[in-house]
């Protein structure tokens, strides 16, 4: 699908940058690809890191901080680097939250039937910021008494607390250690309300990936620990409340606002946050929309197998008792509210068969908008396109560089659409001499396991397998996203020499009469929609 403006250019920018670090990292590392499970991992270090330094820590005013300075200078190796640790994981996690949201929307992952993994992101920033900063109120040193102050300034204009907050941070005299026991009890709270959201965020997608490959985690850990031993993070000498802060250091990844917060008037701040979170909300229904109806599934065809179940990447489809009488257990049923219609599952059904007849051909599960007959009239007619030797029908993904219409191509919402039998279907009915599937990039499908599903059914991992009477020869997978128009070319250009210097594929069954009429019908029709 085009995408066009400032998508389309943060897109190529994300694009460019992962294959860069495929070569660094190799793709099944590449952290650009991995960046929810490293939010996942990240809060698992910042939340162990908090229950070790919590051994240590003192909730009293004044101990609070002794009790800091104790272990960042006493223990610096052990109780020292977590502090570091539990720092320089919040920071990483602040950055990795916002590549990772401004991702899914430049790859167009947000709108639509998607729009649930977004709206539940949105509270996920506010509360990773709020831990944070209570975070930084514990430590009890200038900066957080910085913090303190601004915030229950911030906090009081909204008039919600029946005494202003900020009176607590007035005069040494007036904060009590109950009033610092809140603060403690807020630092613990919150973070476990974030990890409620995170899990929320995650209930619309199939197995999401909820921790980076391992070596992966190992970097990440490394890298935190390197870091935390050659920058160690300290204080900021002992807050008092009897003086102002003159200068402090600012954590620009968590207290990036702070600046802001105290330059412009406070109604001008959270107009500012409810503008950024109300736009936020709005996107998924801003214009364009794209996507077609939600699969249907035709009971007549479905003997309750579940492999669409295990397909489906949005968690979309259910298996249900029987209700029509037929002798199975069970049937299936879609959520249209969750159905992106990628198709994957109709390439999943063992009942969509390219070799039945066109009138016959209804699968158990299909896409409304289309559905597997207009598929394989498509392919039919895309193969009149095709001629000489090399010929290379190109199923295509419509996320990736194959996206646009072009001569041997047809275009469909994911590979994974495609049953195997229709690359079988294509080459031993001779359409052409050989089948390249062009999809997205491997390093993350646009339909999460479009790649996946695809390469463990062609390499007969993964039913509905490609049968063994499809020679692999013939038959090239390209994943290459939007920005890789070149190297798709290339691949295919080889692809179609490879072919013509292959001798003629011998198992070729023609089409019989009804499918030589359907190809006319669809040449035609694809010609006048051209
Ligand atoms: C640190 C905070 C966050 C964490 C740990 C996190 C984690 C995750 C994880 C694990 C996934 C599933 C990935 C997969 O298995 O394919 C995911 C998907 C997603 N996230 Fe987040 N996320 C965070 C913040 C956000 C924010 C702030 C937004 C946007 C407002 C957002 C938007 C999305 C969207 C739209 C998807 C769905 C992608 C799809 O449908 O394929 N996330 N997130
Ligand atoms: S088309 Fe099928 S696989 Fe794709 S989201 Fe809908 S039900 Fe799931
Ligand atoms: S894959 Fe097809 S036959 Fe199996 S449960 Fe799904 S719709 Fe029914």
């Known amino acids: 699908m085009k995408t066009t403006g400032l998508r389309a250019t943060v897109r190529r920018g994300f694009d460019r940058a992962e294959r860069g670090l495929d070569r660094l990292f190799g793709a099944d590392w590449n952290p650009l690809a991995q960046l929810g499970p490293l939010g996942w991992l990240l809060f698992w270090i910042v939340a162990a ?16 901080y002794a009790s800091i300075e104790w272990l960042t200078v006493d223990h610096w190796w052990h109780a020292g680097l977590t502090r570091s640790l539990h720092r320089y ?34 509270p996920v920033i506010w509360f990773v910021y709020l831990s944070g900063i209570t975070g930084y109120w514990l430590v009890w040193d200038k900066l957080a008494q910085y913090v303190a102050t601004t915030s229950t300034e911030l906090l009081d204009t909204l008039g919600i607390f029946g005494e202003p907050i900020a ?3 007035l005069a040494p005299e007036l904060l009590s250690s109950r009033f610092f026991t809140l603060m403690v009890f807020l630092h613990i709270a919150i973070p476990l309300l974030l990890l409620l959201l995170m899990w929320v965020h995650i209930q619309r997608i199939t197995d999401a990936r909820t921790s980076p490959p391992r070596g992966l985690t190992a970097i990440t850990l490394g890298a935190l620990v390197v870091g935390s031993y050659a920058i160690p993070a300290t204080s900021q000498g002992a807050a008092d409340l009897a003086t102002v802060p003159q200068s402090v250091g600012i954590d620009w990844f968590l207290l990036s606002l702070f600046p802001v917060i105290e330059s412009v008037p406070s109604g001008v701040v959270w107009a500012g946050v409810a503008i950024f979170t109300l736009v936020l909300i709005g996107m998924p229904w801003m214009p364009p929309r794209r996507e077609g109806g939600a699969a249907e599934v035709f009971l007549d065809h479905c003997n309750g197998c579940a492999r669409c179940v295990a397909d489906c990447p949005y968690a979309a489809i259910t298996l249900v008792p029987r209700t029509d009488g037929l002798p199975f257990t069970h049937q299936v049923e879609v959520n249209p509210a969750r159905c992106v219609a990628c198709g994957i599952c109709m390439g999943a059904c063992p009942s969509s068969s390219p070799f039945r007849r066109s009138g016959d051909l209804v699968t158990g599960i299909d896409l409304p908008d289309y559905p ?3 598929l394989r009239a498509d392919v039919i007619a895309a193969a009149q396109d095709l001629e000489g030797k090399g010929r ?3 199923l295509a993904c419509g996320h990736g560089a194959a996206a646009a219409p072009g001569k041997g191509r047809v275009v469909m919402p994911c590979v994974a659409m495609a049953p195997p039998s229709l690359i079988d279907f294509i080459i031993s009915r001779g359409l052409a001499d050989g089948v390249a599937v062009a999809g997205c990039s491997e390093r993350d499908c646009f339909n999460r396991y479009g790649f996946a599903w695809t390469e463990a059914r062609f390499a007969r991992e993964r039913d509905p397998f490609l049968r063994r009477r499809v020679p692999l020869e013939r038959v090239r997978t390209i994943w290459a996203g939007t920005s890789e128009r070149r190297r798709l070319a290339d691949e295919l250009g080889t692809f ?4 013509a210097a292959m001798p003629e594929f011998e198992n070729v069954r023609p089409l019989d009469e009804d499918e030589e009429t359907e190809m006319k019908a669809a040449a035609v029709k694809r010609r006048a929609g051209s």
């Not at 240590?56 to 609070?64: C, I, L, M, N, S």
């Not at 179609?496 to 072919?499: D, G, K, V």
């Open 49 to 64: 890191s908090g229950i070790y330094l919590f051994i240590f820590f003192d909730t009293g005013v004044t101990a609070a």
């Open 89 to 122: 994981a919040s920071d990483l996690m602040v950055l990795v939250m916002f590549v990772h949201m401004i991702r899914e929307w430049s790859f167009d992952r947000y709108r639509g039937k998607r729009w649930f993994s977004w709206i539940t992101g949105i």
């Open 167 to 169: 009176r607590n941070f």
């Open 372 to 374: 597997l007959a207009e």
């Open 392 to 394: 290379v029908l190109t």
């Open 496 to 499: 179609a020499q490879e072919l």
